[in-house]
């Protein structure tokens, strides 16, 4: 059985991981704002610029699995500093370039890869770690306050990478690449074990075949993940499609890029506030009865947009929307890595992500060619068929249904 949560300001520990993993997601936002607008001005091509970021995420994603295994096999701690390590070299060389003045295309592509292979293979490092940091009960909660977190850095960094490209080029850069350094010295900080720990036989008795097929295993051989995963990529695709589809009709529309770019500030402003509300209902209501709810009242929440593409309309449903966002990341993140054995962190953890990333990531093409051939109101109409659907298979899930609240919880009862 769990044990009883605690206050996370009194973990060092997880103040020391939270610092970490803050200030590599903070230097990466700061440096993946500029990226595209750098590559543009280096290349003088959009199409040169967006297949820069494209290659980026296609090598992340094709690494993604075999770094679940190395973050199943490696110490965390050692994963983080490596990690940390990697970017910082890389973006400091990005940067000298630009003041060197041999900043081209060619090195724009190694740069994508280079962090496309450093995020898929060591992404899940920090993830994992976090349950050695906190304990079960204090998963969800800590799992919510990183939503706020992520709220903060959405908030911060665009505007703060703008700045920066005003003074130099090189400063975005320049800034992940410390971000990557305070992550290293933070993670020093972490006194706490985070080497996994491995209840069942040493995953280096497997082939590495074995290994990368462990994390697909755990998710397909778990009655409740095979019906919470179908319901997050559902609402993820829809998330993804509503959002494009808003975004290309405002401005085909003329309306101003800074007033479409209110939609991201509300939606932050939004999962600031909601992580602290998210730390007691988490707390409080049965984690079954919270995410069901969450999910209906999200479902319900989208519909106006859908519906209708009035800026104040857009903004106040997206705004909601991030209120109820770090609740139910926080009660159903946290109980998937509580479930999950810590041997099959990594592992699965990279499964889920990578399946969870496909269809959501069509979404964009999808919604355009829906805007281009058929309009906008059949396009958006079509949206509102994934959010209910979600919403059902959650709802309809008797397991999921009767979860309690995280001091109940039963941990690392997920099977290989």
Request: proline share 5%.
């Given at each position: 059985?769990?044990?009883?949560?605690?206050?996370?300001?009194?973990?060092?520990?997880?103040?020391?991981?939270?610092?970490?993993?803050?200030?590599?997601q903070f230097g990466s936002a700061v440096h993946g704002f500029a990226m595209t607008l750098i590559c543009y001005a280096v290349t003088g091509s959009y199409a040169q610029a967006g297949a820069i970021a494209t290659v980026s995420t296609i090598v992340s994603m094709v690494v993604m699995v075999p770094g679940g295994v190395l973050v199943d096999r490696w110490d965390r701690r050692r994963s983080l500093?490596?990690?940390?390590?990697?970017?910082?070299?890389?973006?400091?060389?990005a940067a000298t370039a630009w003041w060197a003045g041999?900043?081209?295309?060619?090195?724009?592509?190694?740069?994508?890869?280079?962090?496309?292979?450093?995020?898929?293979?060591?992404?899940?490092?920090?993830?994992?770690?976090?349950?050695?940091?906190?304990?079960?009960?204090?998963?969800?909660?800590?799992?919510?306050?990183?939503?706020?977190?992520?709220?903060?850095?959405?908030?911060?960094?665009?505007p703060l990478s703008g700045l920066l490209m005003g003074a130099s080029y090189a400063l975005p850069f320049l800034t992940a690449s410390i971000g990557s350094l305070l992550q290293m010295l933070c993670t020093r900080r972490i006194r706490a074990d985070l080497r996994p720990r491995h209840d069942r036989p040493s995953p280096g008795q497997d082939t590495w075949?074995?290994?990368?097929?462990?994390?697909?295993?755990?998710?397909?051989?778990?009655?409740?993940?095979?019906?919470?995963?179908?319901?997050?990529?559902?609402?993820?695709a829809g998330l993804n499609a509503l959002y494009t589809g808003v975004t290309l009709i405002l401005t085909g529309r003329g309306v101003p890029a800074w007033r479409i770019g209110l939609i991201d500030s509300v939606m932050a402003v939004g999962m600031l506030i909601g992580a602290v509300l998210a730390q007691r209902l988490i707390s409080r209501v049965p984690t079954g009865r919270l995410v069901v709810t969450i999910f209906i009242a999200c479902t319900a929440v989208l519909v106006p947009v859908a519906l209708t593409q009035s800026v104040p309309v857009v903004l106040a449903c997206f705004g909601v929307l991030g209120l109820l966002v770090p609740a139910v990341n926080g009660a159903m993140g946290g109980y998937l890595?509580?479930?999950?054995?810590?041997?099959?962190?990594?592992?699965?953890?990279?499964?889920?992500?990578?399946?969870?990333?496909?269809?959501?990531?069509?979404m964009p093409a999808?919604?355009?060619?829906?805007?281009?051939?058929?309009?906008?109101?059949p396009t958006m109409a079509a949206t509102l068929i994934l959010f209910p659907a979600a919403a059902i298979l959650m709802a309809t899930h008797r397991e999921l249904r009767a979860l309690p609240t995280p001091d109940r919880w039963e941990i690392g009862t997920v099977e290989p």
């Open positions: 059985m769990s044990t009883a949560p605690t206050r996370l300001t009194r973990n060092r520990d997880y103040l020391a991981w939270l610092a970490a993993d803050t200030s590599w500093m490596i990690s940390g390590a990697l970017r910082m070299v890389v973006y400091a060389a041999v900043l081209t295309a060619p090195l724009l592509y190694a740069v994508g890869v280079a962090s496309g292979v450093v995020t898929g293979l060591f992404s899940g490092a920090s993830d994992a770690a976090l349950r050695s940091v906190v304990g079960t009960a204090d998963l969800p909660r800590a799992v919510a306050s990183n939503q706020g977190r992520d709220g903060a850095v959405s908030l911060a960094a665009p075949h074995q290994e990368m097929l462990a994390g697909f295993r755990t998710i397909l051989g778990s009655p409740l993940l095979r019906r919470i995963l179908p319901a997050l990529i559902l609402v993820n890595q509580a479930i999950i054995p810590d041997e099959l962190q990594g592992r699965a953890l990279a499964a889920m992500h990578l399946v969870q990333m496909t269809l959501p990531g069509l999808a919604a355009g060619l829906g805007l281009q051939h058929l309009g906008a109101g």
